[in-house]
Nanobody, 123 residues
Framework: QVQLVESGGGLVQAGGSLRLSCAAS????????MGWFRQAPGKKREFVAS????????YYADSVKGRFTISRDNAKNTCYLQMNSLKPEDTAVYYC????????????????WGQGTQVTVSS
């Protein structure tokens, strides 16, 4: 089993920045591919970013490319999502997820999920 705990969400003005953290426990972190997803009110959960086990490659949704950066510190068992130039449409609950196989945009590949952290961007 893997436990994932997100932190770092909050209220920020448009154009501002936030950094989300996802602390993992219960399994060798370096064996897990990590992903971030988000769900806005009334919408389906969507892919934001993912990163491979070594951190050597990362993938992004078009809507966040160039503004968000996913990273990881395997020594600290933590994955991060740096969010810059935030927009009101980035408002959502952000979820961290872990995969024992590949880093992908597909939700069904991720078998461990955090509880989510709220990000609200005001205009």
């Amino acid at each position: 089993q893997v436990q994932l705990v997100e932190s770092g969400g909050g209220l920020v003005q448009a154009g501002g920045s936030l950094r989300l953290s996802c602390a993992a426990s219960g399994r060798t972190f370096s064996s897990l591919a990590m992903g971030w997803f988000r769900q806005a009110p009334g919408k389906k959960r969507e892919f934001v970013a993912s990163i491979v086990q070594s951190g050597a490659a990362a993938y992004y949704a078009d809507s966040v490319k160039g503004r968000f950066t996913i990273s990881r510190d395997n020594a600290k068992n933590t994955c991060y999502l740096q969010m810059n130039s935030l927009k009101p449409e980035d408002t959502a609950v952000y979820y961290c997820a872990a995969s024992i196989t590949i880093a992908t945009f597909r939700e069904d590949v991720y078998i461990y999920w955090g509880q989510g952290t709220q990000v609200t961007v005001s205009s």
